[in-house]
């Protein structure tokens, strides 16, 4: 999953990004409004962290800027401001979530998961897709109850995947949600990485689609065909 970081202090930018990067997010960084705004405007996230305090223009005209423009990414604000209305004005801007400064780290980690979860109509951790298995809370997965090593990228890519279960996502959205903006984007590396994906999850899991892309096969995944997403929930 690809997240926007919003943050003006160097050093929380850098402990919320390593604890993220930790659980499988890509994340971009930003580090005052107008910056802020153009990039959630401009580039395809599946989260944000929004800090209110930002230089240059304020997180609420950000979050308000992003939703009158069409942006409906998950946005989680963050700010050292802990009054309640300050928290009823980032609702009503359109955040999803409000967690106030200081806050325990595993908490931001679980909240964002929950968060893209809910975006995707997933109400479990537990995914299903024929004999795989997939656990993003734990960032494991098992082929027919035999666990499975996957390494950062693999799991990235398997998430990404049932996080849009039934839709062909291309290898040009592929990379930018595994590398972001500071990553290499390289298609044919993404190719590479779906054929090593395959020889240990198995070759009929992912399907190609010509010309469209890379989606779990419709026979390990009912919501390929109505969107129910019937496949996230538990076994």
């Known amino acids: 999953m690809r997240a926007l970081l919003v943050e003006d202090s160097p050093d929380v930018a850098q402990h919320v990004a390593q604890a993220l990067t930790q659980a499988g997010f890509v994340v971009d960084r930003s580090g005052d409004g107008e910056d802020a705004w153009f990039r959630g405007d401009t580039e395809d996230y599946d989260v944000a962290i929004l800090d209110l305090g930002l230089p240059r223009l304020d997180g609420?005209?950000?979050l308000k800027r992003w939703r009158g423009a069409g942006r409906l990414f998950p946005v989680l604000i963050l700010s050292a401001r802990g009054d309640w209305i300050e928290k009823v004005e980032g609702i009503e801007a359109g955040a999803d979530d409000y967690l106030a400064k200081p806050f325990e780290m595993g908490e931001l980690v679980a909240r964002l998961k929950g968060l893209v979860r809910r975006a995707a109509g997933r109400g479990s951790s537990l995914a299903r897709f024929g004999p795989l298995l997939l656990d993003t809370a734990r960032m494991a997965a098992s082929v027919n109850g035999t666990p499975v090593r996957l390494s950062p990228l693999e799991?990235?890519?398997l998430n990404y995947l049932a996080h849009h279960c039934g839709r062909p996502v291309s290898a040009g959205e592929i990379a930018d949600h595994l590398y972001g903006l500071t990553g290499q984007a390289d298609v044919n590396a993404v190719e590479a990485l779906v054929t090593r994906l395959r020889r240990k999850i198995?070759?009929?899991?992912?399907e190609?689609?010509?010309?469209?892309g890379y989606l779990l096969a419709e026979a390990s995944c009912c919501c390929a065909s109505c969107g129910c997403g019937c496949c996230w929930a538990p076994p």
Not at 208 to 212: L, Q
């Open 208 to 212: 190609t689609r010509r010309g469209c």
């Open 60 to 62: 609420l005209t950000v």
């Open 155 to 157: 799991y990235r890519l």
């Open 202 to 206: 198995g070759a009929g899991v992912i």
